[in-house]
């Protein structure tokens, strides 16, 4: 009989060992510099509903919106070996599509169509933006991050043409639901949906041929081709679910103010995702990945810029202090630092007898 013990360099191999180790140092770092960073005060919105605030729930609305982004990001990444940098400004879009349907160009007003409706339609030009990316890298072989220059260079002034460059309010309050919260509770909509959102890609995986197809393609295209797959296809695919996440998250951009910034909604959105994958410990060249960790990455990102904003660093300078951090971050993540200091922790280990 062997005896099985516990390993750190067991531990440090595992893919989610990173985001849960940033995240449980940042944690320790509040915890020490501020305490009151953890309260969570019960207290009333504008619209007199009771809500739960503090920053932790901070963290789960806004942290849930990369988290939603970062499943269709990790899919591209897997399949193509790159990433899309077009998301904000297909957010853009699909914000501004939502608007429109709702209320008609530049007006202002309650609803003339069902929410519902106008998702739907938003969802449907998301994946057409999407399939427009998936053509360009899976069929023309253009590098993914080339591709989606286009989409992320014209993308805010099509959101902008849509409404003819107005800004249409929807006064209905029950849109504010979506990227607010639900009379009756207290906890915010958008970390809901990001649990629909992952039950859903979940089942995908699951019951699907949907990761092993995605990773066959990533690993070795050429193989997988001579294994009767269709890489073309697969990266195709990809970027189109990525198209649907864009939509969730768009209603939920717009639903928060119930109109639109078509210059400042989801800026910089998408090296917020993108640093999630990576993150996660997914290999940004694609193949592998972890769906669970990817998104536990997206809490991270928002876990760090609620901390800097905490401790009154500037807008300005946001962007640079994060960056440090997530760049070490993304070094210890990566596989080949993983491997050694899982090595390290190999040879200072004692060696242990098995039992017999």
Do not use: H
């Not at 909509?189 to 990001?194: G, H, K, L």
């Amino acid at each position: 009989m062997r005896s099985k013990s516990f390993s750190i360099a067991d531990l440090v191999r595992k893919q989610i060992f990173i985001p849960i180790a940033a995240l449980l140092l940042l944690a320790l770092f509040n915890l020490i510099a501020d305490p009151s960073f953890y309260k969570i005060s019960f207290g009333y919105n504008s619209a007199g509903n009771p809500v739960l605030t503090g920053y932790l729930m901070t963290i789960l609305d806004y942290g849930s919106e990369v988290a939603i982004l970062a499943i269709g990001m990790t899919l591209v990444t897997a399949a193509s070996g790159g990433q899309d940098i077009s998301v904000g400004a297909a957010i853009a879009i699909a914000g501004s599509v939502i608007l429109r349907v709702l209320v008609g160009r530049g007006g202002s007003g309650p609803m003339q169509r069902p929410v519902i409706l106008a998702f739907l339609v938003a969802v449907l030009v998301a994946m057409i933006f999407g399939a427009f990316n998936g053509v360009l890298v899976a069929w023309f072989r253009i590098q993914p991050m080339v591709a989606t220059l286009i989409l992320y260079t014209a993308g805010r002034s099509i959101a902008a043409w849509i409404n003819n460059n107005e800004l249409p309010i929807v006064t209905d309050e029950s849109f504010t639901y979506f990227g607010g919260f639900i009379p009756g509770i207290p906890i915010p909509t958008p970390f809901f949906i990001v649990i629909i959102c992952g039950i859903l890609i979940f089942c995908a995986l699951k019951f699907t041929n949907l990761r092993l197809y995605t990773q066959a393609v990533g690993i070795n295209e050429s193989s997988s081709r001579l294994n009767g797959l269709n890489p073309e296809f697969i990266k195709f695919l990809s970027f189109v679910i990525l198209g649907v996440c864009v939509a969730v998250v768009a209603l939920i951009k717009v639903s928060r103010i119930s109109t639109i910034n078509y210059s400042v909604i989801a800026k910089d959105i998408e090296m917020d995702a993108i640093l999630a994958v990576a993150l996660g410990g997914n290999a940004l060249g694609g193949g592998k990945f972890n769906m669970t960790a990817s998104i536990l990455g997206a809490y991270v990102i928002q876990f760090l810029t609620t901390t800097l904003y905490k401790f009154n660093v500037s807008a300005d300078a946001l962007p640079a202090y994060k960056a440090v951090v997530i760049i070490a971050l993304v070094v210890l993540s990566a596989p080949t630092v993983r491997e050694k200091i899982s090595s390290l922790t190999k040879k200072s280990r004692p060696a242990v007898k098995g039992v017999s």
